[in-house]
Structure formats: C-alpha cells, structure tokens
C-alpha cells in the first residue's frame, strides 16, 4: 500500500511499552472501565475490577463526542482527576479520548494514553498534533473508514513524530441493525498484515449490546488481537452512557477468566488477574484443571480411533512415544515448567493410550469373531 512510509509492515513488530505494560508483544492486554466517567466512586470501583480481572488499563471519557447534542457531554478535567486518581491507586494505567486539540492540551499530562476515536479519525489537525505529544495513541477505526484509510491516519500521527501508535478495531457501519455496528474480525489480520503496529479490539462500540462481548472478545483474541478495550460500568442500569452495552463488574471478571483459555489455545499470554483472595485463584486453577481433562478426553478418543490402522501387536510404538516426549520437553523449558514433568507424566498418558487401544481392537475382533461364528452356524 502506497504512502505507508512508517505504519507499512516492518521487519519487526512494534511493541509499544508503557511504565512496563507492553502492548503488541506476547500478553494479550485488557483495558476496560466505563464509557463516561461520572464521579469518584464510580472510578474507583472500575478500577478495583479492571485490576482484580488481570487488566492493565483502566478507560474513561470525560469529553464525549455524542451523537445528540442533548446526550450527557462529560464531566471534562474534573472527571479526569477522578480517573487519574483511581488507576494510581489500584496500580493502573489509563486512557482517555481527546476530541480537539484543546481538549489533547489538557490532559495530555495526566493520564497514560490518549485516545482518538471513531468520529475523529480522519481529523487531520488532532491527528498531527497527536503525532507530536510523547504518549501513545490508541487511534480507533473510523465508522466507515476502509483499512487504507485507518492506516493513512496512523500514518499521520507516525509522520509528525509520534511512534506509538494503536490500531483499534470498534466495528463499522454496514447495513445491519441488529447490532450497532459491526465487528470486522478480519480487519485485524489485514492491518497487521499491511503494518507492523498492534491491533486492539473494542467489542462493546462493535455490538452496542452486552451479551454478544465475551463472543466478539474470544472472536478478537483468536483473530489476533493484542488487547481488548471492554466497556464496564458498576452499575450498568444507571450509566449516563452506553449501558446496554457495559458489562457488570461480575461479567468483567468472568469473561477475563474465559479469554485466558482462548488466548492459551492460541498461544498467547493473558492475566487472569490474581483477584488476590484464594477463592478467586482457586477458580481459576480449577478453570484450567477442567480444559486439561477436557483435552485429555479428547486426546484419548482420537488415540483410540488409530487402533483400526494397527496390528495389536504393533499398538506400542516407543519411537513414536520418545518423539512426542522430546518435543514436549523442549515446549516445557520454553514455558518455564521442569521438563521433568512431561518424563513423569506422559508414560503414564500412553500406557492409557495403549490400553484403550487394545480394548478397542479386542472388542472389534470379538464382534468380528461373532459375526463369523453367527455366518458359520
Ligand atoms: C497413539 C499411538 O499409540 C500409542 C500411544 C501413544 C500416545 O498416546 O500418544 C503413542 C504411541 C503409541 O505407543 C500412536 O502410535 O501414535
């Protein structure tokens, strides 16, 4: 793609570090938090949830580019302070949109990262001025912006000087109504096909309606997300913005347990959050005890189905077993686990393996056998 100077793919990917928070590398990182700041408690709550969950970044508007002038328009420098202050003490960072260059001015200092959204991706002179402030920006599709055009506007904020920049994919305008906009998955294999910045997915501005987020979230995630910016409320009923759309904290921290599984499956890093009580690192030990024995379960049954390929006396087969230990091993020092274990476990895996291997042969020659003593009556 022409004009792609600096957003066009590089030899390298862009991991884009804020205060040891790396976004685009191997952690899959969660940034949620409400729509519209609205007090201090409000803030507060969000963020004890957004840390509890295992995220990194606690969200927040306080200059809301509303559809109706008559909407709820932000709590401005004072909601701010009230974000600000909630992340610092729950050890969060925080992002906030800037619709202009004035409202850029004034919280450019305060919080962590800046935000461009939707409406004003194609506005040049924000886009220009973002390229010269030393924070990142996470710089969402426009509504009915083609990839090109999404990727130009990055290469705006890239050109004036500002380096970190994230693409947010937050659904476009097609015609279906069912949700408010819809979720273009393949979008974030384009762009990171056609560039080398992280791509990050918001699914609540995608479906405008809390129970499609945790499909849409898994969806992003298994597309190749490098985080997800949820939208979560305390109390979604009461919420002066988007409430069909937040989760409850309760969903928040369900739903961020889920996506540890569906990131694992495609090998990518996820905190679940320490929750810090046991209770809540208890259930997420039993989350991944319950997706081992599953895989297991499975593994057995396609082990068994090999049986009609094998004589019984061949059902063994020690190279076989050896390969598959020595691949493991070296997956296990990769991951930090003693490799050790696999020697440990894995015997025991086949010994099972060929069991039910045998029994399965055995059953079949008996029906065999059967059906031949029945033929020859
Ligand atoms: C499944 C097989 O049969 C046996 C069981 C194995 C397993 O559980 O992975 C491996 C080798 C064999 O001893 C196979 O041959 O692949």
Redesign the pocket.
Known sequence: MKDLKLAGLDSERSIIEVDGVKIGGEEIILMGGPCAVESSIQMQESAATVKKAGGKILRGGVFKPRTSPYSFQGLGLEGINYMVQAAKEHGLLCVTEVVDTRSLDLVVDKVDLLQIGARNMQNFELLKLAGKVDKPIILKRGLSATIEEWLLAAEYILSAGNSHVILCERGIRTYEPSTRNTLDVSAVGVAKELSHLPVIVDPSHAAGRRDLISSLSKAAIAAGADGLLIEMHPNPDEAVSDGPQSLTPEQFLSLARELGGVARSVRRAFDMGTGDSLEALRSQIDKIDRDIIEGLAERMQI?RK?SDQ?RLDR????S??KE?IQRLMTLAEELNLPSDLIKKIYPL??EY??QT?IKSKLQDEKIDSSFYNLGSK
Do not use: A
């Not at 059902?315 to 020690?318: E, Q, R």
């Open positions: 082990v090999l094998k059902v063994k087969d020690i076989r077993e598959i895996i086949f393996g060929v291997q």
